[in-house]
Nanobody, 125 residues
Framework: QVQLVESGGGSVQAGGSLRLSCAAS????????MAWYRQIPGKEREGVAS????????YYVEPVKGRFTISRDNAKNTLYLQMNSLKPEDTAMYYC??????????????????WGQGTQVTVSS
C-alpha cells in the first residue's frame, strides 16, 4: 500500500524559504517518478515539479524555475522540494505524488496515481 506523507509546510514572509519533505512507504520508491503539485481553493491542482526515479531528470513549471528545486534521496525513500524566494502567489496546499512510468516521461503534465494528504504553505507579503 503506497503511503505518502508530506511535511515542512508553514507560514513565511515573502522572500523566505521552506523545504518540503515527502516520506514514502509501501512500494519500491526508487522505481517511481515523483512529483509535487499545489492547489489553491477554488482552482485546479497545478503541477510544480517532478523528478525521474534516479533523480537525473527534473521538470519545473515556469513560475518556479530558478526558485524551487526538487530532489530525492532513494536511500531514505524521501522526496524534497526546496523553495526559495517565496512569493505570496506560492501560497497553496502542496501535495506529493508518485507514479510508475516504466521508463516513460516523469512530467507532472501526465496524471500521477498516488497522492499524499498535503501540507499548507502560506507566504505573506
Amino acid at each position: 500500500q503506497v503511503q505518502l506523507v508530506e511535511s515542512g509546510g508553514g507560514s513565511v514572509q515573502a522572500g523566505g524559504s521552506l523545504r518540503l519533505s515527502c516520506a514514502a512507504s509501501g512500494y519500491t520508491y526508487s522505481n517511481y517518478c515523483m512529483a509535487w503539485y499545489r492547489q489553491i481553493p477554488g482552482k485546479e491542482r497545478e503541477g510544480v515539479a517532478s523528478i525521474s526515479p534516479g533523480g537525473v531528470t527534473t521538470y519545473y513549471v515556469e513560475p518556479v524555475k530558478g526558485r524551487f528545486t526538487i530532489s530525492r534521496d532513494n536511500a531514505k525513500n524521501t522526496l524534497y522540494l526546496q523553495m526559495n524566494s517565496l512569493k505570496p502567489e506560492d501560497t497553496a496546499m502542496y501535495y506529493c505524488a508518485a507514479d510508475r512510468r516504466y521508463g516513460g516521461t516523469c512530467s507532472y503534465a501526465l496524471q500521477y496515481r498516488y497522492w499524499g494528504q498535503g501540507t499548507q504553505v502560506t507566504v505573506s507579503s
